[in-house]
DNA sequence: ATCCCTCTAGAAGGAACGTTCTATCATGGC
DNA sequence: GCCATGATAGAACGTTCCTTCTAGAGGGAT
């Protein structure tokens, strides 16, 4: 793997534990196994550069990994329940880990790092675009299933917070109940009979 | 106001723009009026002691709200949407501040800090109980009330990053629209006619 | 063989970190 | 008046922070 690749992947895991402040440069040479000298010669802009960087990769597989999530169900509906569940099991497998470093970051950082702040917008801004065309797919008129996204997304950040907080499978379950229910009640009215 | 009161206060406000790592007992100092050795004289565990206090007040504060927002409506739809309306409101005219420090910090330490992932869980799990409560009252079931409950206070979290991020009050206003619906149609189901 | 360029490697620098420490100030009881 | 006590005040300590810098290793091209 590319040296670049290897301190991004390091980046990313790091964010995802810890967030942007509390991880250091050293820390993530000894993570990445590459020296110091090397992150700076691959990011001119130091730590903020490698963030920079994490969150954009990690917004495009996320991207990605969702919509391939989402289409593996024939069902909407059934998707999002999958989803959650989906994310249940595996947020429990790896020790109450952050599944989603873009949420941990823009929630630290948003008021002090503008370049990562909008770094992050344009990655959310992307899961909502990708979002709103495939509910709109599904039958959903075009504002409906930009709300819906909006609330989906914010129910899975939110609910990664609430889960690694209780350590507890439930609010992921339950935040994919509500919104199945929620998706089955809009498809219902754009859709009647 | 007393002076480990100012201290607490400060911390809040400084937790919420920029989390706990990034937040130095200089800083807090400065911010408070107080100086390093009265922080150390009023919270014995240093930092950790202080924003372990800090979630534990803002928590409180919030139930309080939470439960005096929802209250302000006879019907528990529009409240749904008032509180979200209120909260894009109010996002927006403090500059896009965060306005909940528990997600924020929650966020970034669970994995780090045990004893404020604790004390976040706490405060949590009062907010479940209380709105739990709350939406029984209104006529849901004791499971549908519990997982609506996730499902509101995981998109609030979440919504909240993402607007921040957007410097929009739409994350928070559509994600208010979706759960205003879907409570509507937890009710309709529970109490039909 | 020599030059050149990319990358590795980690020491050095200067600031900021959390914490501890001592010294001083204010106040209430005797 | 005098001591005890709780609070203030900030200097000092050792560590860690991010970044910069110098030195050298590796590999093509001339």
Redesign the interface.
């Known amino acids: 793997m590319r040296t670049d690749q290897r301190i991004t992947t390091a980046m990313t895991e790091l964010l995802r534990?810890?967030?942007?402040?509390?991880t250091g440069i050293q820390q993530l040479a000894e993570a990445s196994g590459a020296p110091v000298g090397s992150i700076y010669h691959h990011f001119k802009g130091g730590k903020r550069a490698v963030a920079h960087r994490a969150l954009e990769e990690s917004g495009a597989a996320y991207l990605e990994l969702l919509v391939l999530l989402l289409g593996r169900y024939d069902d909407p509906v059934a998707g999002i329940e999958g989803v959650f569940a989906d994310a249940a099991e595996t947020i429990e497998s790896t020790g109450?880990?952050?599944l989603c470093p873009v949420?941990?970051v823009?929630?630290?950082?948003?008021?002090?790092e503008p370049e990562l702040?909008a770094a992050?917008?344009r990655v959310?801004?992307s899961w909502i675009e990708a979002g709103t065309e495939h509910y709109e797919r599904c039958g959903l008129s075009g504002p409906d299933a930009?709300?819906?996204v909006?609330?989906l997304?914010?129910?899975?950040?939110?609910?990664?917070?609430?889960a690694?907080?209780?350590?507890s499978r439930?609010?992921l379950l339950?935040?994919g109940?509500?919104?199945a229910?929620?998706l089955a009640?809009?498809l219902a009215t754009a859709r009647p009979g």
């Open positions: 534990r810890q967030g942007y402040a509390a109450w880990a952050n949420g941990t823009l929630g630290e950082v948003a008021d002090v702040r992050g917008d959310i801004a930009r709300s819906f909006y609330a997304v914010a129910g899975l950040e939110g609910a990664f917070i609430l690694r907080a209780q350590r439930e609010p339950a935040a109940r509500v919104l229910g929620s009640a809009l």
